[in-house]
C-alpha cells in the first residue's frame, strides 16, 4: 500500500512546531474517563505486568502499549482508551516492568524490543474469551507493535484482527541520536531523570547487577543504554540492542491490517523513521504521514479529541 502524505486534521494556531505540540499536550491535556480496574498478570519467568481493564460485555479487545518512561494513565492512553470504548470494545492498557511506580520483580526491565511482555498480554486477553484483538502502540510501545507483528507474523496472523503505531521511532539508533542531540535535551533529561531514578531502586534490589559508579557517567540515552539496557536484557552494547530491535527490520513480515501514524514534525523521528519504501510495497501496512503534529500527541483544533483517537477507530472499523 502506497504511503499518503496528508493533513486530514488542523493543528491549533497557537501549538506552532513539533516541540510546542509535543510538549503542550502531555502537559496539560485532561481525560475524564471511569475508573479502571487494577489486574496483574503473571509472566513466565515470574515477574509481574500491572493493567487498567475498562469496558465488559464485549469480544473485542484492544491493548494500548504506552512510550518510554510512560505508563497507562498518560493523557494519550487514556484518549485512546475512551476512543476505543466509544465503539464498544474492552480495552486494556499495560505497564510495562517498572512502569506505573511500580518496581518489578526480575533484574532486568523493559526495552524496545521486549515483546515477550506484549505476547503475555495478548495471550492473557485471549484467555480472557476475546475473539477479535487490536492492537495500538505509541512511540516505543508502537516499536514493540510493529515487532510483534513482523518476527510473530504467522501467529499474528491467527491472533491479531488489526493494529495502528503511532510516533514511531522505526530506526532506533537514529532516533537515539535526536534525542541526543541538542534539540532533544527537554525530552532526554526527562527520560534520564526517571531512569536513572529506577536503577537506583533497582540496584537497592539486586546490587550485583547495577554499577552505580556508571550511572553516574552516563550523560545520554545511549550511554545508558550501553551501559544498562544491553548487557541488563542479552544484547552485547547499545548498537547491536538497536540493531536487533529496531521495528524497521520486521515491517516486511507484518500480516495484518497496521495503520502507522508519524508526523514530519516528530523531534523524536529522524528521515530513517519514515519507511516510505517498505511501506510501498507493503500489502497490510498503511503509512499515513501529517506535516504537523508533534510526537503522540497531534492535537486537533476545536476539538478533544487528537488525530489518532478519530483516525485509528475509523481505521479499525474498515478492518472488521
Known amino acids: 500500500m502506497p504511503y499518503q502524505e496528508k493533513q486530514n486534521f488542523r493543528t491549533p494556531w497557537w501549538l506552532f512546531g513539533g516541540d510546542l505540540q509535543t510538549i503542550y499536550p502531555g502537559l496539560f491535556r485532561k481525560v475524564i474517563l471511569s475508573a479502571a480496574q487494577e489486574l496483574v498478570v503473571e509472566t513466565p519467568d515470574g515477574d509481574e505486568l500491572w493493567l487498567d481493564h475498562y469496558g465488559a460485555n464485549s469480544e473485542d479487545w484492544v491493548i494500548l502499549c504506552h512510550g518510554l518512561e510512560g505508563d497507562s494513565r498518560r493523557p494519550y492512553m487514556l484518549g485512546m482508551a475512551k476512543a476505543m470504548l ?17 518496581l518489578n520483580l526480575q533484574p532486568d526491565f523493559y526495552h524496545s524490543g521486549a515483546t515477550q511482555d506484549l505476547e503475555t498480554i495478548v ?95 552516563v550523560k545520554n540515552l545511549r550511554a545508558f543504554d550501553d551501559s544498562f539496557t544491553a548487557p541488563l536484557h542479552g544484547f552485547v552494547d547499545a548498537a547491536d540492542y538497536y540493531d536487533r530491535c529496531s521495528s524497521k527490520a520486521f515491517m516486511a513480515n507484518i500480516q495484518r491490517p ?58 479499525f472499523k474498515g478492518c472488521e
Request: overall charge positive.
Open 86 to 102: 466509544a465503539t464498544g470494545k474492552q480495552v486494556v492498557a499495560w505497564n510495562y516492568r517498572g512502569c506505573g511506580g511500580r
Open 123 to 217: 495471550n492473557w486477553v485471549k484467555n480472557q474469551g476475546a475473539k477479535r484483538v487490536y492492537l495500538i502502540g505509541f512511540s516505543l510501545g508502537g516499536n514493540l507493535v510493529l515487532k510483534y507483528l513482523g518476527e510473530r507474523s504467522a501467529e499474528a496472523q491467527q491472533l491479531i484482527t488489526a493494529a495502528a503505531a503511532i510516533s514511531v521511532p522505526t530506526d532506533l539508533a537514529a532516533s537515539s541520536l535526536m534525542l541526543d542531540g541538542l534539540s532533544g535535551w527537554p525530552y532526554r533529561s526527562r527520560f534520564l531523570a526517571t531512569l536513572k531514578t529506577k536503577v537506583m531502586q533497582k540496584a537497592a534490589v539486586f546490587p550485583s547487577h547495577f554499577d552505580l559508579d556508571k550511572l553516574k557517567r
Open 258 to 315: 497496521c495503520l502507522l501514524l508519524q508526523a514530519w514534525n516528530d523531534p523524536f523521528l529522524s528521515r530513517s523513521c519514515y519507511p516510505i519504501e517498505i511501506c510501498e510495497y507493503s500489502t497490510s501496512v498503511h503509512l499515513e504521514i501529517s506535516r504537523t503534529g508533534g510526537h503522540v500527541s497531534f492535537p486537533m483544533q476545536g476539538s478533544k479529541l487528537n488525530w489518532p483517537e478519530q483516525r485509528v477507530p475509523v481505521f
